[in-house]
């Protein structure tokens, strides 16, 4: 197995071992782990997409040796199963969805830096995204290290944040795109969720900044100065040359942590499809969630 760098702060191509080999053989699974807690992205090429079924039960096992699989949430294609399809194809039509339609103002919202699943009672370790159909241009993804943000942030600044927490909501991230863009089935399934703004891997002991699109509000501090200080921080993580972008290619599945990263899709033209299929793995208390959670508070809304 060979881990190449790709950026110097974030994500790494994996080379002679293929998802499978991951799946089947726990030493592999090892040696791929010890990568992912290392460089947070990690990059497989020319993994088999010409058959649906088995590409899904390689990706469902693979991610299944990180840990338990998230469902895909209410009302989004694929929910109930572990799949979150993300797609600009209509499922009945087979045509390209509408700029209005709702799939593609999730894809607007996804163009969001974020992390997944910040906004559940459970939050994700890792996400693992399998690229099926890609424009020949655009749809690109990027990625920061929210552990080289942390570290370029002043020494009193990260004293306060590794004891402050913050709510995120999808309903939030979802109205910068569109007032009515998280439905009232979504927003009752997916109350805020409060996270402490370090996350410690217990691992190495690496902190990261834990804060996402989905982030509206911090404990104890007014909702303007908060907004205020998650937008100075969302742009200290985002600085230009801090980011990997991921240039699509046939046959690739990227893997990131949720716990030590942001990302974002970029745009593509609408006359063009793009289909993609992700697995989200849960963190568990072994992944730093104990020290996540914060004390008894009461909930504040969006």
Same mark, same amino acid.
């Given at each position: 197995m060979e881990v190449i760098q790709l950026h110097p702060e974030i994500a790494a191509e994996i080379r002679g071992v293929s998802m499978a080999d991951v799946a089947g053989n726990d030493d592999v699974y090892r040696a791929v782990r010890a990568a992912?807690?290392?460089?947070s992205v990690l990059v497989f090429r020319n993994q088999p997409t010409n058959d649906g079924d088995h590409i899904d039960q390689i990706q469902v096992?693979?991610?299944a040796k990180f840990g338990?699989?998230?469902?895909?949430?209410?009302a989004s294609l694929g929910e109930g199963t572990p799949f979150s399809i993300l797609t600009n194809i209509d499922p009945v039509t087979r045509g390209l969805v509408p700029? #209005?339609?709702k799939e593609a103002l999730r894809a607007k919202a996804n163009q969001l830096w974020h992390t997944d699943s910040s906004f559940r009672q459970t939050p994700a370790?890792?996400?693992v995204l399998s690229a099926r159909i890609i424009p020949g241009v655009g749809g690109e993804t990027e990625f920061v290290s929210q552990r080289a943000t942390w570290n370029r942030l002043p020494e009193s600044l990260r004293a306060k944040l590794a004891n402050s927490y913050a709510w995120h909501s999808y309903a939030h991230s979802r109205g910068k795109i569109a007032p009515e863009l998280a439905s009232q089935r979504e927003q009752n399934a997916l109350p805020p969720a409060l996270w402490r703004m370090r996350w410690r891997?217990?691992?190495?002991?690496r902190d990261s900044l834990y804060i996402a699109s989905h982030t509206y509000a911090i404990e104890g501090m007014p909702d303007n100065e908060?907004? #205020?200080?998650?937008?100075?921080?969302?742009?200290?993580?985002?600085?230009?040359g801090h980011a990997y972008e991921h240039v699509w290619r046939n046959g690739d599945v990227v893997m990131w942590d949720n716990r030590a990263s942001m990302h974002r899709g970029r745009p593509w033209p609408l006359d063009k499809p793009r289909h993609m299929i992700r697995t989200t793995i849960a963190a568990t208390d072994a992944?730093?969630?104990a020290e996540l959670r914060p004390p008894s508070m009461p909930r504040k809304t969006a």
């Amino acid at each position: 197995m060979e881990v190449i760098q790709l950026h110097p702060e974030i994500a790494a191509e994996i080379r002679g071992v293929s998802m499978a080999d991951v799946a089947g053989n726990d030493d592999v699974y090892r040696a791929v782990r010890a990568a992912f807690e290392a460089h947070s992205v990690l990059v497989f090429r020319n993994q088999p997409t010409n058959d649906g079924d088995h590409i899904d039960q390689i990706q469902v096992g693979y991610s299944a040796k990180f840990g338990p699989l998230e469902t895909a949430k209410v009302a989004s294609l694929g929910e109930g199963t572990p799949f979150s399809i993300l797609t600009n194809i209509d499922p009945v039509t087979r045509g390209l969805v509408p700029p #209005t339609h709702k799939e593609a103002l999730r894809a607007k919202a996804n163009q969001l830096w974020h992390t997944d699943s910040s906004f559940r009672q459970t939050p994700a370790l890792a996400s693992v995204l399998s690229a099926r159909i890609i424009p020949g241009v655009g749809g690109e993804t990027e990625f920061v290290s929210q552990r080289a943000t942390w570290n370029r942030l002043p020494e009193s600044l990260r004293a306060k944040l590794a004891n402050s927490y913050a709510w995120h909501s999808y309903a939030h991230s979802r109205g910068k795109i569109a007032p009515e863009l998280a439905s009232q089935r979504e927003q009752n399934a997916l109350p805020p969720a409060l996270w402490r703004m370090r996350w410690r891997n217990p691992v190495n002991g690496r902190d990261s900044l834990y804060i996402a699109s989905h982030t509206y509000a911090i404990e104890g501090m007014p909702d303007n100065e908060a907004q #205020t200080l998650i937008d100075e921080l969302t742009a200290i993580a985002t600085a230009p040359g801090h980011a990997y972008e991921h240039v699509w290619r046939n046959g690739d599945v990227v893997m990131w942590d949720n716990r030590a990263s942001m990302h974002r899709g970029r745009p593509w033209p609408l006359d063009k499809p793009r289909h993609m299929i992700r697995t989200t793995i849960a963190a568990t208390d072994a992944d730093g969630v104990a020290e996540l959670r914060p004390p008894s508070m009461p909930r504040k809304t969006a």
